[in-house]
């Protein structure tokens, strides 16, 4: 063994010495290279003793510390210059890097570390964490304060740990719970004779209290002889180990060394994650499939980090080009960041292409249609209006233009189910544009419409197709698409469509539509891993529909990642009951996808907090002052999600407030906070998050079908997931019934109870769509015409007999009948107000019933305004 001080050549010159690092090294050695200045210049000194590895002796730049290390076993400390440490752990034929740090930080980890180690079980690596010499101070929330902490632990577990302990002594053990103190154990522990038991129930306990389930059951492995310590492994098959989750051997001389030292000016503390893969990560990533591939793994579980490192490891190939694809074009610049920050070699990353299908599709269209450059954006090249606002126009026949006008009697249809017209029709004219080509869209009349429930008559659906048509006409002439329209356009290509790439990648693939799809088949030839799709059908948030049968997506190779690496307990046992409790059943018997029940991540943290305020406005303006605190004490990354709002609503709030909206452009390293919806979150990951406005009539949205309402659910399990160790769920008024119902998950309280508001965040809230056509309509939905009444928000609920008297009595003109002074029809709708409000004269022409119906509805409105 290396004795502290000796730094002989011949100690390490064995040619069986195996070299480990451990994921937190790697964490430390990344912050002192962020941290610049005297930092990394120590960092650099650290990382030439790592490039020098294949040396006689590496560590010949630097000197082991005056003072040695008892509290690691074989520890070895050396001096980087400027009081920072090295610390290692060697043995005759092992050297594990452990920690770099300046001397206190070196000193507070290492005090919290006793004892650690590594092993092998069943040929892995296994970290052993230590733990503090003290019982452990607790700073989190374990949600274990009424529940046995051994509980925690499996049965075989458990079992083993009291094995050998006596019943009365095993039941005290067994009660000890997260509210004990270390008074409460350490006298538990004074009882027990045997003096390593004693030390193993010591760890267990603390690595439970700390939310380390792998390591507590790692130590009873260790005790029980199934982990094998590393010093005691037989040196001859040491090279032949398998890395594990917390700790890998540098493979000295290799390409994948070499690819490791390159990286780590190219990394940030955002790209942890992509230094280690678990081993059922690492096993799909280096898998060959005979064809189509189909990944299903829970939120957290890595899908994008299997999905970047699998495209690494085809483009290594000769030939290769590789294309990595995802929906959400925010979510693209994500993927393009990692694959830029994790691939080192410039010739493979050549031969990477990273991007959304809507610039795959507007790019594959431009080249065949260059004349139509300006017609393939969502912002008009014309106006500078976004796509929102045109289908806005176009639904409600401003502009003079009354092509939608047939769409009327489906909207009055469903405002009278109180239903969202515009929304809902929008959201068929993407379900029919992802189920059919163009060519072949009279199948949609008699076609099952499935995730949609309302029915929906094949006249009406006629009128639907008719509206679609229009609606891309005006698409054209404006000079704006929308992505599904992309795809219809490109499907009018489809002969020109030729295989491009040798393997594509598919992330978020549940958001694809059969179409979509379909012309993923075509720009890669069948053939071996020439498709790989990972997904999660619990994160499905748009209204389409999806077969890979139909998109000639055959003998698919499905498998499947249940565990959950990015959550704590708390905030995945609060998402999954909401969405558990919530979830349509259609997606739970989908074919395409499955839903998984995740085992819960390796660690605790904070209970999910649902806090109340006053308004909306002072939600914000109270978590962007929470966002301020924990920015001061070093929290990186944090999200303000806003329900209820789009992408275009939230990128003008954030322009507004001088903060990053989240979208392609985000950049972890320098922007700490965004702002987003909560569909954008998709494939992001936060230190901290807020949900704001989770209220009653927003979550789920009032304005959509019950029946439908599961993608609200899925949006917000979606948002809730990308929250690592802090989750806060804010509303004003009544919550959410979906917050009430996980209340045994989410603690509820006020903001002003956590924070002090400050009140230089209040900027007010984010602006949606208009109702009112700013160039011919007044500033209330009282000085509307009838049927320009009946789009708004205000008509929702109102039965088919008012629509249609408001329709035909309020028609913007008004009639009196002569000599009697009589109205017989109105102006607007406020006139009609009054008229009603005054007296009954008016109820026979009206119908008493409606009369009363609309006297309800509209005074009401008369009130707000």
């Known amino acids: 063994m290396p004795l502290p001080g000796a730094n ?18 790697d964490k430390a050695l990344q912050l002192a290279f962020l941290a610049g200045g005297e930092a990394q210049k120590r960092s650099d000194r650290a990382r030439i003793v790592l490039g020098s590895l294949h040396d006689l002796n590496p560590f010949a730049s630097i000197k082991v510390t005056n003072h040695g290390e008892t509290r690691i076993k074989h520890c070895v ?11 290692t752990r060697q043995t005759d034929n092992t050297c594990t890097f452990l920690f770099i740090g300046d001397h206190d930080s070196t000193e507070s980890w290492i005090a919290g570390h006793k004892g650690e180690s590594i092993g092998v079980k069943e040929c892995r690596l296994i970290r052993l964490p230590g733990v503090g010499s003290e019982y452990a101070s607790r700073t989190v929330l374990v949600g274990q304060h009424n529940k046995a902490l051994l509980e925690m632990l499996s049965i075989e577990a458990a079992d083993d740990l009291l094995t050998s302990i006596s019943p009365s002594l095993a039941r005290k053990v067994w009660n000890l719970d997260g509210g004990c103190g270390p008074k409460e154990l350490n006298e538990l522990l004074a009882l027990v004779p045997d003096p390593s038991k004693m030390e193993l129930l010591r760890k267990v306990f603390c690595l439970l209290m700390e939310g380390n389930v792998d390591g507590a059951e790692a130590h009873i492995d260790l005790s029980l002889g199934r982990i094998e310590p ?42 942890d994650w992509f230094l280690f893969l678990h081993p059922e990560q690492e096993t799909i990533v280096n898998a060959d499939y005979a064809g189509v591939s189909q990944l299903s793994g829970v939120s957290g579980s890595g899908k994008t980090c299997v999905a970047v490192r699998r495209a690494m490891n085809l483009a290594k190939n000769d030939g290769a080009k590789v294309l990595l694809l995802t929906l959400n074009r925010s979510l693209a610049g994500m993927l393009q960041q990692l694959v830029d920050a994790a691939c080192s070699d410039e010739i493979v990353r050549g031969r990477i292409e990273v991007t959304s299908f809507f610039e795959l599709a507007r790019n594959m269209l431009i080249s ?65 544009r992802s189920a059919v080509q163009p060519t072949t869209r009279d199948q949609y009349l008699a076609l099952d419409r499935k995730g949609r429930k309302f029915p929906i008559a ?13 609606w891309e006409v005006k698409m054209h002439a404006v000079g704006v698409i929308d992505y599904l329209g992309l795809t219809s356009a490109l499907a009018s290509h489809s002969t020109k469509i030729l295989p491009r790439f040798t393997n594509i990648l598919v992330d978020e693939a549940q958001d694809f539509g059969t179409t979509e799809l379909a012309i993923v088949r075509k720009l890669v ?6 498709i790989f799709l990972c997904g999660d059908v619990a994160q499905t948030v748009l209204p389409k529909h999806r077969s890979v049968v139909e998109a000639g997506l055959v003998n698919i190779t499905r498998t499947q990642i249940r565990r959950n690496y990015r959550n704590t307990r708390e905030i995945l046992a609060a998402a999954y009951e909401l969405l558990k409790a919530n979830l349509h059943e259609e997606l739970f018997d989908s074919g395409d996808l499955e839903v998984l029940d995740p085992k819960f991540a390796n660690f605790n ?17 109270y978590a962007r002052t929470y966002v301020a605190t924990h920015r001061q004490m070093g929290t990186r990354n944090l999200c303000i999600a806003f329900a209820g709002f789009s992408s275009r609503d939230v990128k003008e709030y954030a322009d507004q407030c001088g903060v990053t909206a989240l979208n392609g452009a985000y950049d972890p390293k320098t922007d700490h906070l965004v702002f987003s919806d909560l569909e954008q979150t998709k494939g992001y990951e936060f230190d901290a998050l807020i949900v704001v406005n989770c209220c009653e009539k927003v979550l789920p949205a009032q304005d959509a079908p019950p029946e439908e309402g599961f993608r609200d659910i899925c949006k917000l ?60 309509q007044g500033a209330s939905p009282l000085s509307l015409t009838g049927p320009q009444f009946l789009y708004t928000a205000d008509a929702l609920g109102l039965s088919s007999d008012a629509q249609e008297k408001l329709g035909e009595l309020v028609d913007g003109k008004g009639l009196i009948r002569g000599g009697s002074g009589r109205r017989l029809k109105w102006g607007t709708v406020g006139s009609l107000v009054w008229d009603l409000n005054e007296s009954r004269m008016q109820d026979g022409l009206l119908g008493s019933n409606v009369a009363d119906e609309l006297r309800s509805k509209l005074s009401q409105l008369r009130k707000v305004e």
């Open 605 to 621: 943290g904070a209970a999910p907090v649902a806090l109340s305020a006053t308004s909306l406005e002072e939600e914000i303006a």
């Open 368 to 432: 065949f249609e260059p004349k139509n450059l300006r017609h393939y954006e969502d912002v008009t090249w014309k106006l500078v209006e976004h796509v929102d606002e045109i289908f806005r126009e176009y639904y409600r026949c401003w502009a003079n233009n009354h092509d939608a006008a047939l769409l009327f009697p489906l909207h009055k249809s469903l405002n009278s189910r109180g239903v969202n017209g515009e929304t809902y029709i929008r959201q068929e004219f993407d379900w029919i």
């Open 230 to 271: 590393v010093e005691a492994y037989d040196p001859g098959n040491i090279l032949e180990v398998s890395d594990g989750e917390d700790v890998r051997r540098l493979r000295v001389g290799s390409t994948e060394y070499a690819e490791w030292m390159r990286a780590f000016e190219r990394r940030t503390t955002w790209y």
């Open 77 to 87: 400390k050396y001096d980087l210059g400027g009081a920072w440490r090295l610390v």
């Open 458 to 470: 094949a006249d009406r659906r006629a009128d639907l197709l008719a509206g679609l048509l229009k």
């Open 717 to 776: 399990y979606v948002a809730m997931t990308r929250a690592k160790r802090e989750l806060i769920l804010s509303f004003h008024g009544p919550a959410s019934k979906w917050l009430q119902a996980v209340s045994d998950t989410i603690t509820m309280d006020h903001w002003n109870k956590f924070e002090v508001l400050d009140t230089d965040m209040i900027q007010g809230t984010p602006n949606v769509l208009s109702e009112l056509d700013p160039d011919v």
């Open 525 to 530: 030839a069948p053939g071996a891993n020439d």
């Open 8 to 25: 002989s050549a011949a100690q390490l010159a064995s040619p069986v010495v195996a070299y480990f690092t451990t994921k937190a090294f």
